[in-house]
């Protein structure tokens, strides 16, 4: 008696290595994103021919200017790896990765958890009061940042302006 193995069809996407849940403005996502290609056993779907999983931007409730820097990811043993992922959109949006299989259009595409865009932690946000543009703006010494728009002033400083933060050493 012989029991034969055989791959099944491909059915489902999976997201096995999630992007990052924050990325800075103006930087690449660092880490590698990793789709995976199942049969209806969840077993790794691996391509006889080379598949091409495609990635875009879905933004969070809003219209912002998103774009995407990134080829389609040829699916190799299964595994769609996204290791130059560049995003340009601006500080403060939400957005997630949609990814889908483009020659199987009755696979469901499956879609990222949700990345912020943020300022580096030695940096602030801050919003032109004329404008209302967020922008990353450098921690002034006498302050502690974490990337947020939440400034800490150390003890010996004081901020002068809440509109334009400056700091000034107490004398």
Do not use: M
């Not at 946000?125 to 922008?135: A, I, Y």
Request: hydrophobic letters at 40%.
């Amino acid at each position: 008696f012989t029991v034969r193995i055989t791959q099944g069809v491909l059915y489902r996407l999976e997201i096995v290595k999630q992007p990052p849940s924050a990325i800075f403005a103006g930087e690449r996502v660092s880490n590698s994103t990793i789709v995976q290609l199942l049969d209806v056993s969840d077993n790794v779907w691996v391509p006889t021919a080379p598949t091409q999983v495609s990635c875009a931007l879905t933004d969070i409730g809003g219209s912002n200017v998103l774009q995407i820097f990134a080829d389609e990811s040829a699916s190799i043993d299964g595994d769609a790896v996204f290791d130059r992922l560049e995003i340009d959109t601006s500080l403060g949006v939400q957005l997630r990765l949609r990814f889908a299989v483009q020659q199987h259009s009755d696979i469901a595409p499956v879609v990222s958890d949700v990345i912020r865009v943020e300022c580096l932690p030695t940096q602030f946000q801050f919003r032109d009061p004329e404008t209302s543009l967020l922008s990353c703006r450098d921690c002034e010494p006498g302050a502690i940042c974490d990337g947020s728009a939440n400034v800490r002033i150390v003890e010996g400083f004081w901020l002068g302006n809440l509109s334009a933060p400056v700091i000034y050493e107490c004398p």
